[in-house]
């Protein structure tokens, strides 16, 4: 009978302590802690933007023939980054929902996301068929070290396969 009870409360605290990471964890993952950037944050992304705009453009060294298309794609991308659909809903509207509406306001947000990124990936194939083989391999890079940016991978951070692994810089 005590070996039971043991088990029993054994399982019973297994099961409460799993609870308390789940609910913590949806805590931390879901929470409304989002803010707006400000004008000022805006302004310095859209400064670096221009800056790996033009880096770009140096890079692919392209021809008279080829500026209307680079144009063209830094247009339709500017454009893009303005109408974005990275505007989060307000924190007191999303305050005010229910779990399941705060879910669907998140499915929604994702499926801008998705028509936002099919919109960047076929601007992307049109300026992408313009360019020389060799060109093609510059912009290949350039969009490989975005993405490793994106998800805050920045500089020679030990470990990540691209920088010393003792914490030091050459």
Same mark, same amino acid.
């Given at each position: 009978?005590?070996?039971?009870?043991?088990?029993?409360?054994?399982?019973?605290?297994?099961?409460?302590?799993?609870?308390?990471?789940?609910?913590?964890?949806?805590?931390?993952?879901?929470?409304? /802690?989002?803010?707006?950037? !400000?004008?000022?944050?805006?302004?310095?992304?859209?400064?670096?933007?221009?800056?790996? @705009?033009?880096?770009?453009?140096?890079?692919?060294?392209?021809?008279?023939?080829?500026?209307?298309?680079?144009? !063209?794609?830094? /247009?339709?991308?500017?454009?893009?980054?303005?109408?974005?659909?990275?505007?989060?809903? /307000?924190?007191?509207?999303?305050?005010?929902?229910?779990?399941?509406?705060?879910?669907?306001?998140?499915?929604?947000?994702?499926?801008?996301?998705?028509?936002?990124?099919? @919109?960047?990936?076929?601007?992307?194939?049109?300026?992408?068929?313009?360019? !020389?083989?060799?060109?093609?391999?510059?912009?290949?890079?350039?969009?490989?070290h975005e993405q490793h940016e994106h998800f805050g991978h920045h500089g /020679?951070?030990?470990?990540?396969?691209?920088?010393?692994?003792?914490?030091?810089?050459?």
């Amino acid at each position: 009978m005590f070996k039971l009870n043991k088990q029993l409360l054994m399982g019973i605290a297994a099961i409460g302590i799993s609870t308390m990471g789940i609910v913590g964890y949806s805590s931390v993952a879901f929470s409304n /802690d989002y803010s707006p950037p !400000t004008a000022e944050q805006r302004a310095k992304f859209a400064a670096h933007m221009q800056q790996r @705009e033009a880096k770009l453009h140096d890079e692919l060294k392209l021809t008279p023939a080829q500026e209307g298309a680079w144009k !063209t794609f830094t /247009d339709q991308e500017k454009s893009m980054f303005d109408k974005s659909a990275m505007h989060h809903p /307000d924190k007191q509207d999303m305050a005010k929902m229910t779990a399941p509406e705060r879910m669907d306001q998140r499915m929604e947000f994702m499926k801008k996301m998705q028509e936002r990124m099919a @919109e960047q990936s076929a601007n992307l194939k049109k300026f992408y068929a313009v360019l !020389t083989p060799e060109q093609q391999k510059i912009m290949d890079q350039h969009f490989s070290h975005e993405q490793h940016e994106h998800f805050g991978h920045h500089g /020679d951070a030990p470990g990540m396969g691209n920088g010393p692994t003792n914490g030091t810089k050459n």
